[in-house]
């Protein structure tokens, strides 16, 4: 699908009718002033309360405005995949839709994607002032761990509003609650990714979808993305290397043990260290060919879903005309 628009807007919505006016205003008086020609792309993220009501009545006054209503609640992440595969844009910008992110920071986004950055991601810089211990804190860790763990720095992973040259988000693939993750992943395929500060505002109406839980499923999920950021392709490295290290340690011991029996007759039968030895071999042989499978799983993978192992930025080559 050629992209026949300069702007997409995605916007996952999940029970947020007492703010969907509001942030289709915003948005369209946002995008006016980029004169530039944009569609919104509303996700219907299977809300309970009146949003679809009011999602179609939003809809209904603007032909600009393009609705995907999900069979059920799949969450952020899902809804965000929806948005960006019926994207139509050449760039594609994300953001919440309770108003916590200002529409009026889209030009900047813009602006820079059009200088020339794949990637740029919005950076909530006078979020949490008040709130030190319970919230500043605990951000700063998680985006510290993150940024430490994938190896790409920001600030502020949490934040949804971000802009993405179309070839960037086409090329990946998001699952569990991964949207966060998309600069890591992105990086990957080797992207310019830039922060900017951008505005933010509290939530006035309607709640947070998320609670403590969330804490524990983003780590799960930032165990995903580092395993598949650094193995995926070559599972055997990871898992051979413990495996043969562990098998060398029960090697060693093993010959120990046998030279303590067979040369000093040291019985061995009661040795801790026996026991050690073998698991410490059973372990590794098992490491080796779990390894072993996981190479042919990512051939399995990569072949069946016809995903490459690299990323083409762009082709120069004359017509076919011009070579004969
Ligand atoms: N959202 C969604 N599906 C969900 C949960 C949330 O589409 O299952 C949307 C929600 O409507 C909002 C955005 O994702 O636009 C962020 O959600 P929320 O404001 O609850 O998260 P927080 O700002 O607390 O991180
Ligand atoms: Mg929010």
């Not at 997409?8 to 007492?18: C, D, G, L, R, T």
């Not at 944009?38 to 032909?63: H, M, N």
């Not at 999920?221 to 193995?231: A, C, I, P, R």
């Not at 046998?258 to 007759?265: A, D, I, P, V």
Request: hydrophobic letters at 40%; one cysteine or more; aromatic letters at 8%.
């Amino acid at each position: 699908m050629k992209p026949t628009i300069a702007l997409s807007i995605v916007v996952p919505v999940y029970n947020e009718e007492k703010n969907l006016h509001r942030l289709h205003e915003e948005i369209t008086s946002a995008c006016r002033k980029l004169d530039r020609t944009y569609e919104i792309i509303l996700v219907d993220d299977g809300s309970r309360d009146g949003s679809l009501g009011v999602l179609r009545s939003i809809q209904a006054s603007d032909p600009r405005v393009r609705i995907f209503r999900l069979r059920k609640n799949f969450g952020q992440t899902a809804a965000l995949s929806a948005g960006f595969d019926n994207a139509r844009g050449e760039i594609i910008v994300t953001l919440d839709s309770d108003l916590e992110n200002d529409p009026n920071d889209i030009g900047l986004l813009v602006a820079k994607i059009e200088e020339g950055c794949d990637l740029v991601c919005g950076w909530r810089k006078d979020r949490w002032k008040k709130h030190f211990f319970s919230r500043r804190l605990p951000s700063l860790t998680a985006n510290w761990l993150i940024s430490h763990i994938t190896k790409v720095r920001l600030r502020d992973y949490g934040c949804t509003l971000k802009a993405f040259r179309r070839e960037v988000i086409q090329n990946i693939k998001l699952y569990g609650e991964m949207h966060r993750f998309i600069p890591a992943i992105a990086a990957t395929i080797g992207v310019t990714i830039t922060e900017v500060p951008v505005n933010f505002r509290p939530r006035i109406h309607g709640k947070s979808k998320y609670g403590i839980s969330r804490s524990i499923r983003v780590f799960l999920d930032l165990l995903t993305v580092k395993f598949l950021l650094s193995y995926s392709t070559r599972p055997l490295q990871i898992f051979g290397l413990m495996g043969l290290i562990s098998g060398a340690a029960g090697v060693i011991i093993g010959l120990v043990l046998s030279y303590q029996r067979l040369f000093m007759q040291v019985g061995i039968g009661n040795r801790p260290l026996l026991l050690l030895a073998i698991l410490l071999m059973v372990v590794g042989f098992q490491f080796v060919t779990m390894g072993l499978l996981g190479e042919i799983m990512v051939r399995a993978y990569h072949e069946s879903s016809e995903k490459r192992i690299y990323v083409v930025r762009e082709v120069i080559e004359s017509e076919p005309s011009e070579t004969e």
